[in-house]
């Protein structure tokens, strides 16, 4: 069933073909087939067919007699190859009816047999021989025919007969009664026919010798092609092809036309045999061909191993473009933009050729292996790379090399790259790595050791490091000497000690060396805290306790002798793990102070161009500063006026040295200062809005509450910045703050905090910011990151009333007056309740309980990410009058009880707030007052502490006055 369903659907429409081993009207003259008995039976009678063509019959019509046995054989046919063949026979037959008086004898049918045979050998009919195929009989036994002057029906019968046995058979005819004329006989057999079938060709195929029987062909791939899968197809009995499974391929080149495989034509291509078609050459290339497997690279296109033959045909990058270097010390970043020309192609790589260059000659060699490349030195795809361990003071050569997979086989070089020569600065000296005891003794003993192998520079100082190796570095001792050795005295006996050495230059100092181990020789009177040699210093760390910077001071006047170290400051601050600032008059030479901090810009590579502003010193320019290798940039030129004083010289380059020393995009940048040359000038980045409080005043009421709360979260962040860097700015305002053009605020204006230190009668002149200054520092020069904290509330409210005047036009003795009465600037105009109580807050006459720069920061990110706790305004103030600190009504229950607990400065938060009672400040919590802006930490604890406190004796008080029913 299967099978049968199968073929059903697999026939392949080729009509079958029908080869004749025998056609009776066929054959020329007298058939002359043996007949038994050869007389009164069978005979043979030539008539006219319905065309009037002469045929050849056999006839009997023995009806009247009984017992009739009439043999009729075929001449022997030789099968040809056939295993099952048909025998078609038209006939004619009478009707027994049609006879009159021929009852029990007269027949209506005739059987049909067959008898296989190698030879035609027999003369004579074996009758025992043959096997009946079938009895066959006339579907019409009238027929139509004309024979003779009857009309009569011509019957056709067709059966099958298998021949597999010899080279060929016999076919006979018998009759047993009946009036019959064999009109003709047709002897054929079936073939699958010659077909092409998914480009295989399946040859003519003879029939299988079954009805059911298959047999499986297997094709031959058409010219040009080649096999994908075995081609095989089924010939059925009845000649036609079935299932046909696999197939061939056009081989590259050709295609599938018509079932044969033609060749590609010119301009058209087919690499692979599995490709569906010929396809058309990709662009930037071509095909002269025809047959042609892959199209040829016009001249100066390539193609990679890699690349498919369908891709276009590419080309080499062209050189990389703007290459820029930013040296800094001994690295060096490159970055440059992509080839202007890509060639067609994504996948550009660059590497990196790094040489050193002999200055005023043209020799070059490779850079040491231990130059460092991040993030690598070839096959880079991205377009900067940072070159480190550089030589000092050293000019290198960088190529940088663009290429792509075709660079190769186009074997481009160095057409596709771009190089820079630079110079590198100082570094820091290598650490040293050697060091060696000798005239060892019980309490001393003689150090020494080779120049790092990397100086970087002269080096002016070696620090030695040592402790006893049980106290680890709990305690230790340094040294410093100009030599490469040093007597290390006051050791105690039969004691291991750990020594490191470092190196000094211009650019500061190394690394300590590796530990080195040494021990002093025995003593049998060890002697306990013997004098310690005034050249030690000795530091104690206890824990993980850090010194405080002020305790460092203090240890740093206590060691004798002046002047007052520079490098100890860099130890101390190294020790402590954190960068400090450095006051540049601790140098003597302020020159070496500059040139430690700023880099000397030569004057050619700046452009003036106007005067933006008049400093103290002279006039402020804006520019354009182009340095080798940079893109050009604007910058703000200070220029110190003719005629100066040393101490306004110094002054002046003092700003740049505190400057310089600061990184961070809230605070001023300083590009470098020309000192070589006059006037003198300090280069600091341009802010095109200029300084804060006049932006502010031409835009008043411009701004959203957020853009200014944005204004002062920057401030606050470069106010933070510096006082993690322990320095004190000490004239915080708005007009010392530069805005840019994208109204980020940095803080500027370095100069005062060393005018103010050195004029002891300050706190009583004008140049003393008043309204700017915490109380304290007016009074007594207490200037600290708190006084600053004072200032930055002060800016706040700059900001926030657009550069109004604080305290408006009121003198600086009142002022100083109203603030030592406890009198604080009220809220501008539409002021958030959050930001005023942060001012007031920043005005807490305790230094100490003033907020820090960064809770100031961390309150301010909570305001921007919540920006409706800003939507809260104390309304309209009527402006000016000052906040009263002291009208609290009896009946304003909140407000008393505030006040006698000296936070009344909160009332009008927490009325604003809805806490109209006692019972309401029960549900107080931190991150409420958070929320409120109440962040003083102790300020929340006592507001809740005493909350529960006087809830609970107003409890206990109405318990002692109930009376008892
Ligand atoms: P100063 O001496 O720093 O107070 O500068 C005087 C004035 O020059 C300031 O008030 C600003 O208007 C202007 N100014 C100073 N530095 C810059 C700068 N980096 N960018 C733009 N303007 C500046």
Redesign the pocket.
């Known amino acids: 069933m299967c099978g049968t369903f199968l073929f059903i659907f697999f026939v392949v429409s080729a009509p079958e073909r029908l080869l004749t081993l025998l056609d009776t009207r066929t054959v020329p003259g007298e058939l002359k087939w043996a007949a038994s008995p050869s007389e009164g039976g069978w005979e043979e009678v030539s008539i006219m067919d319905e065309k009037n063509i002469p045929i050849r019959t056999y006839q009997v019509c023995n009806v009247l007699e009984p017992n009739q046995n009439n043999w009729l054989r075929t001449d022997w046919i030789p099968r040809s190859g056939a295993q099952r063949v048909y025998v078609e026979v038209k006939f004619t037959l009478r009707d027994c009816n049609s006879l009159p008086g021929v009852t029990g004898t007269c027949k209506e049918t005739f059987n049909l047999y067959y008898h296989e045979s190698n030879e035609d050998k027999d003369s004579y009919i074996k009758e025992s021989s043959f096997i009946k195929v079938d009895t066959v009989a006339a579907d019409e036994s009238f027929t139509q025919v004309d024979v003779g002057d009857r009309i009569m029906k011509l019957n056709t019968e067709v059966r099958d007969v298998k021949v597999t046995n010899r080279k060929g058979f016999y076919l006979a005819f018998q009759d047993v009664g009946a009036c019959i004329a064999l009109v003709s006989v047709r002897v054929f057999y079936k073939t699958c026919p010659l077909t092409v079938r998914n480009l295989a060709t399946f040859p003519d195929t003879v029939t299988g010798a079954d009805t059911s029987s298959l047999v499986e062909v297997r094709g031959s791939c058409v010219n040009q092609s080649e096999e994908k899968e075995e081609p095989k197809m089924y010939c059925g009995a009845d000649g036609e092809w079935l299932v046909p499974i696999g197939g061939c391929l056009c081989n590259p080149g050709y295609e599938e036309k018509g079932a044969a495989c033609k060749a590609c034509s010119v301009g058209f291509y087919k690499a692979k045999s599995t490709d569906t078609g010929c396809s058309k050459c990709p662009p930037h290339s071509h095909s002269l061909r025809e047959g042609a497997t892959v199209c040829d690279c016009h001249s100066g296109f390539f193609r990679a191993d890699s690349d498919p033959f369908s891709m276009a045909c590419t080309q080499p990058p062209s050189a990389p473009q703007q290459l820029i270097s930013v040296v800094n010390e001994t690295s060096v970043v490159l970055e440059w933009a992509p080839p202007r020309r890509l060639g067609g192609r994504s996948d550009t790589s660059y590497s990196l050729e790094c040489l050193i260059c002999q200055t005023g000659s043209q020799l070059c060699l490779p850079c040491g292996s231990d130059v460092l490349f991040a993030p690598g030195q070839t096959g880079l795809k991205t377009t900067r790379v940072v070159v480190s361990e550089l030589r000092a003071h050293t000019h290198y050569t960088f190529i940088i090399h663009a290429r792509n997979g075709v660079s190769q086989a186009s074997g481009a070089g160095a057409a596709q790259s771009v190089s820079v020569t630079v110079t590198t600065n100082q570094a820091a000296p290598s650490p040293v790595s050697a060091i060696q005891a000798s005239d060892v003794t019980r309490h001393s003993l003689l150090l020494s050791w080779q120049q790092p192998d990397r100086p970087n520079g002269v080096i002016l100082e070696y620090e030695v490091k040592f402790y006893e190796k049980d106290q680890r570095e709990r305690s230790y001792r340094i040294m410093r000497t100009f030599s490469r050795s040093v007597d290390v005295t006051g050791l105690n006996p039969l004691t291991v000690y750990v020594f490191h050495v470092r190196a000094r230059t211009a650019a500061g100092y190394g690394e300590f060396s590796a530990p080195f181990e040494f021990s002093t020789n025995s003593d049998p009177f060890p002697l306990i805290g013997e004098g310690v040699n005034s050249a030690f210093l000795l530091l104690s760390i206890s824990g993980v306790g850090i010194l405080h910077l002020h305790n460092i001071f203090l240890i740093l006047l206590c060691v004798p002798p002046s002047p007052p170290s520079l490098s100890l400051l860099f130890l101390l601050s190294s020790v402590a793990g954190v960068k400090i600032y450095v006051d540049p008059f601790t140098y003597e030479d302020p020159d070496q102070a500059i040139h430690e901090f700023a880099k000397e810009i030569d004057v050619s590579s700046i452009h003036i161009e106007r005067v933006?502003?008049?400093?103290?010193f002279g006039e402020?320019c804006?520019g354009r500063l182009r340095v080798q290798g940079k893109r050009e940039i604007y910058v703000?030129i200070?220029s110190l006026k003719a005629g100066y004083s040393d101490k306004q010289r110094r002054d002046f380059l003092s700003e740049a040295s505190i400057m310089g020393q600061f990184d961070h995009p809230n605070i001023?940048r300083l590009e470098g200062v020309v000192t070589r040359c006059k006037p003198l000038m300090i280069i600091?980045?341009?802010?095109?809005n200029?300084?804060l409080d006049?932006f502010l005043r031409k835009h008043d009421g411009q701004f959203t509450v957020i853009q200014l709360v944005g204004m002062l979260r920057g401030i606050a962040s470069g106010m933070k910045y510096l006082s993690d860097m322990s320095y004190v700015h000490r004239d915080l305002a708005a007009?010392?703050i530069?805005v840019n053009s994208n109204l980020v605020c940095k803080v500027?204006?370095f100069g005062l905090s060393r005018v103010l230190e050195d004029d002891p009668e300050a706190a009583y002149t004008t140049r003393i910011p008043i309204r700017w200054t915490a109380p304290e520092a007016i009074s007594y020069r207490k200037f600290t990151t708190a006084s600053d904290v004072w200032s930055y509330g002060i800016v706040m409210w700059e900001v926030v009333s657009y550069g109004e005047r604080p305290y408006w036009d009121m003198n600086n003795q009142d002022v100083i007056k109203a603030i030592e009465e406890g009198y604080r600037l009220p809220a501008p105009m539409d002021c958030p309740v959050v930001l005023h109580q942060l001012m007031l807050d920043c005005w807490e006459r305790e230094r100490a309980e003033r907020p820090t720069f960064s809770q100031i920061l961390n309150m301010l990110d909570k305001l921007i990410r919540n920006p409706g706790t800003l939507r809260r305004t104390g309304g309209d103030r009527p402006t000016p009058t000052m906040l009263d600190p002291g009208v609290c009504v009896p009946e304003w229950s909140v407000c008393v009880w505030l006040q006698s607990i000296g936070l009344e400065r909160y009332r009008d938060t927490l009325a604003a707030a809805g806490y109209t009672s006692l019972e309401n400040l029960l549900a107080l919590t931190h991150q409420e007052m958070d929320r409120l802006g109440i962040i003083t930490p102790s300020h929340q604890d006592i507001l809740i502490a005493s909350v529960q406190q006087e809830m609970l004796s107003q409890m206990q008080h109405m318990q002692h006055t109930m009376v008892p029913v």
């Open positions: 933006i502003g008049m400093g103290e402020v804006s703000a200070k001023i600091t980045e341009y802010m095109e200029g300084s006049a007009r010392n530069l500027s204006d």
